[in-house]
Every structure is written in C-alpha cells, then in structure tokens.
Nanobody, 128 residues
Framework: QVELVESGGGLVQPGGSLRLSCTAS????????LAWIRQVPGKGREAVSC????????YSAEFARSRFTISKDNTKNAVYLQMNNLKPEDSGTYYC?????????????????????WGQGAQVTVSS
C-alpha cells in the first residue's frame, strides 16, 4: 500500500481559497490513481477529483469542476487540490486516497472503495 500524508487544511472565509497537498510514498506500482475524497457533515463520502499518476488523466465531480483543480508532481510524489471560491458546504474532512489503476479514472473516482490507501484527512472549514 501507498502511504499518504495530507497537509494544507484550515479555516477560510467564504469565497476564499485553499490548497491541499498530499505526499505519497512506497509506490509498489507505477500506475496509480490518486484522489481527493471528502466527508462533509450530513453526507456520505464523495469523490472530489482524481488523477492518474502516469499520463495525468483526471476526473472531477460536477460540483468541483468550476472551482477545484487537481494536479500532480511526480518528481515529488505529490498530488494537490487547489480549491477556489469555497463555500460553507465545502466544509469537511478531505482525504487523499490512492489505488492501483484497475479501471478508468472516472470509474474509480465514482467508486471510492476502489482506493486501498488513505491519508489521515485534512480538515477544511469555510466560515465567516
């Protein structure tokens, strides 16, 4: 399994921005999908964005497409989530997750159970 460590969470006002970072280690396979999955109050776990380590194919949930951007830096084994125009309903715990590529990025992203490695989570609070 891959080890994942998130950073960058915090408190931000509505309309503000945050950048989450996730550093991965112990890749056992070169072809991984890395994901940002969130748990918000009153809702189940939902995928935000996912990106393939090789090639960079990505997929984002509809709510994230206009405000959030996923990116990666393979030289640092890192994946990032730039979140802009944050809203109170974006508050929650954001997890970095990883898994070997076993299907399309879109399919894996829409099915978080396909990821077998998880970080400890980063808390994001959007409040005035």
């Amino acid at each position: 399994q891959v080890e994942l460590v998130e950073s960058g969470g915090g408190l931000v006002q509505p309309g503000g921005s945050l950048r989450l970072s996730c550093t991965a280690s112990r890749f056992s396979s070169a072809d991984y999908v890395l994901a940002w999955i969130r748990q918000v109050p009153g809702k189940g776990r939902e995928a935000v964005s996912c990106i393939r380590r090789i090639g960079g194919n990505s997929y984002s949930a509809e709510f994230a497409r206009s405000r959030f951007t996923i990116s990666k830096d393979n030289t640092k084994n890192a994946v990032y989530l730039q979140m802009n125009n944050l809203k109170p309903e974006d508050s929650g715990t954001y997890y970095c997750a990883g898994g070997r590529l076993i299907d399309t990025v879109r399919h894996m992203c829409r099915n978080p159970d396909t990821f077998d490695s998880w970080g400890q989570g980063a808390q994001v609070t959007v409040s005035s």
